[in-house]
């Protein structure tokens, strides 16, 4: 199923930038979980649309109406059906780009997948889609935060065409990264980011960046040892993002650099914890969680839409040029950060249900009547912290 993801937490999106709206349903989510719009409406201000001098331009309060799956504020285990009207739509814009392939864009692929597209609009391809990923992340924070309160998710813009921040995932805080339109956790590299994009958007053109995102407070043993591993589930989900060209985990291919007596996090005891005394595996060993902080980095290129003229051939196969119009974004990463953490989200709560589901339990053997379980509980099993 092509707009499905996750297995016991599973989600499926819904929705073209030019049609009447877009959405999410999720499956599986735990009943008895507190659950408000405002809870959503939070996640979803800080992907929008609109929100500063920086990004598109176009204007969408992205409003989040939950149509099923809560009662009294929490919710039921039964789907839940969240949708955000599109109400600023230009489709005019599109009349040229409806018949000329927008290079490097999805207009040429979808055509030769499917033989139709939404040609107004990114359509299906739009970042619009993200606003279903992203709502779905705001209820799984909200099971988070029920099942395993330790848990925190945080990403940054790292870097900016050429610019680097410098950033300790370790220490770097969401005040510091909301508190800048960039979204980056270096203060002195705001302006220079934020100049950067706006002289790249005045001369018609794009620029791409890296997101780099921490996972704090993960319990170990989370992710399965074979092709469901952590990191490729990360992986997946990262790349499944609007405009992303690459992900690392750790020290990434930086590390094909090192030897191993350089690369190896040699482990130590510390506060009664099995801990490791460096984080090159980027707290993922085996495809499992080790419980140190889990830090990847996900490549976003520069934004296809262009306003500027370049080589492209028309649907019926002649050449020609575009000069791309409309309202975009000259550099996604400041609006990737939110969709770049919600992923992250949705592959933990996943595999937190799917850890607890195969190993959350005491042993057969060592049960007694009495504790049977109960389907009530809703905390976490010892085991997972
Ligand atoms: C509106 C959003 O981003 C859009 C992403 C996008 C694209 O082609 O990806 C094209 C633009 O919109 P339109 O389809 O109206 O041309 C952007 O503004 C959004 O993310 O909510």
């Known amino acids: 199923m092509s707009s499905s993801f996750g297995q016991l937490f599973r989600l499926h999106t819904f929705g073209e930038s030019h049609g ?10 735990p009943p008895r979980i507190p659950l408000s719009e405002a809870d959503i409406q939070r996640e979803l201000d800080r992907r929008r649309p609109g929100q500063s001098e920086i990004v598109t331009p176009r204007k969408e309060a ?24 599109n109400t600023d739509q230009r489709p005019s814009s599109y009349d040229e780009m409806a018949v000329k392939y927008r290079p490097s864009h999805a207009d040429y692929t979808y055509d030769a997948k499917y033989g139709i597209r939404a040609p107004s609009g990114g359509g299906r391809a739009s970042a619009r889609e993200t606003i279903g990923r992203v709502a779905a992340a705001a209820v799984a924070t ?6 395993h309160p330790g848990i925190e998710v945080l990403a940054w813009v790292k870097s900016i065409h050429d610019l680097n921040a410098t950033v300790d995932p370790e220490t770097v805080s969401f005040e510091t990264i909301e508190g800048n339109i960039v979204r980056t956790g270096d ?11 706006k002289e790249v958007r005045a001369d018609g053109n794009s620029v791409g960046g890296v997101v780099e995102c921490v996972i ?8 399965e040892p074979v092709f469901d591993k952590l990191e490729a589930e990360l992986a997946k989900a990262m790349l499944s993002l609007p405009a992303t060209k690459g992900f690392e985990i750790g020290s990434g291919f930086a590390g094909t650099l090192l030897t191993g007596r350089e690369h190896n996090d040699p482990f130590r005891m510390i506060d009664g914890k099995i801990r490791t005394t460096s984080n090159r595996s980027g707290g993922i060993q085996g495809g499992i969680s080790n419980g140190e902080n889990i830090v990847f980095r996900v490549a976003f290129k520069p934004t296809a839409t262009i306003m500027t003229s370049q080589d492209t051939v028309t649907s019926s196969g002649e050449n020609t040029e575009l ?15 939110p969709m770049v953490e919600a992923m992250a989200t949705l592959v933990l709560m996943d595999h937190l249900l799917r850890q607890r589901a195969q190993n959350g339990f005491p042993p057969v053997e060592e049960k007694s009547h009495e504790d049977d379980f109960d389907p009530n509980e809703t905390s976490a099993p010892a085991d997972l912290g």
């Not at 909200?142 to 099942?147: G, I, N, P, R």
């Open 20 to 29: 009447g709206g877009v959405g999410v349903i999720i499956d599986g989510c």
């Open 62 to 85: 992205d409003t989040a109406e939950i149509l099923s799956g809560t009662h009294d504020g929490v919710t039921l285990g039964t789907p839940i059906a969240i949708v955000v009207r």
């Open 323 to 337: 000069k791309g119009r409309g309202r975009h974004d000259a550099c996604v990463l400041p609006r990737a950060v």
């Open 216 to 223: 704090r407070g993960c319990p170990p043993g989370l992710g």
């Open 187 to 197: 203060p002195a590299m705001v302006e220079p980011m934020i100049e950067r994009i």
């Open 142 to 147: 909200q099971v988070l935060k029920a099942l």
